[in-house]
């Protein structure tokens, strides 16, 4: 009876060594792997889930281009008054609109710049490097760790002198001006809808 139990205790034994050894073969590889797409994983504060979720709760938001573009809605204003009730109203109704706009005039100038493509590929690849660096071993400047804004400033350090060659000043101060010619025009001189001719006037009660 003993020898058949010291038998059973062995194949229990023996049972659980190898399956102590399957598991261990196994979880090397599972951490691997996890380093791995840690490596390629994007930093912390930055998520492509919420850059499209945003983008998203815009593209609902967004008005009838049909409606934000009829000629027939323009008028100009009677006074400075009415004006800056267009401005205020319409800037809240269309913000979505806006929005796009001001991203498209980007997307325009940085396509229309082989230059600033350029840039802002160094850019990228810089703030990529030393984000990889950071994954290794924490980066320490100054007795401070380096936090996802500092490295994106590293990586903007790094990357100036091509902006500069690029016209990056020139290019935003364009972008800016036109996003303000743009909304500006089209905020004071588009009509406001019944609905909010409706609210000023309950609000002027």
Request: charged residues 20%.
């Amino acid at each position: 009876m003993t020898s058949g139990g010291h038998k059973g205790e062995n194949c229990l034994v023996d049972m659980e060594s190898k399956a102590g050894d399957f598991f261990s073969d196994t979880e090397p590889e599972a951490a691997q792997a996890s380093g791995v797409m840690g490596k390629f994983s994007l930093p912390k504060g930055i998520s492509v889930s919420m850059a499209k979720e945003w983008l998203d709760k815009r593209r609902v938001s967004i008005r009838p281009w049909s409606s934000f573009v009829d000629q027939r809605k323009f008028s100009k204003p009677r006074n400075f008054g009415e004006m800056c009730q267009r401005v205020v109203k319409n800037v809240d109704t269309y913000n979505s609109n806006y929005t796009f706009i001001f991203l498209g005039l980007i997307l325009y100038c940085i396509i229309s710049s082989p230059m600033l493509l350029i840039a802002l590929a160094v850019f990228a690849g810089a703030f990529y490097i030393i984000h990889l660096k950071s994954l290794e071993s924490k980066l320490v400047v100054l007795g401070k760790e380096l936090t996802v804004p500092h490295q994106m400033g590293v990586a903007g350090a790094m990357s100036l002198p091509v902006f500069w060659l690029a016209g990056a000043g020139a290019a935003v101060f364009w972008v800016l001006g036109a996003t303000l010619f743009v909304i500006g025009s089209h905020a004071a001189f588009r009509e406001l809808e019944v609905t909010d001719m409706e609210e000023l006037l309950m609000e002027s009660v």
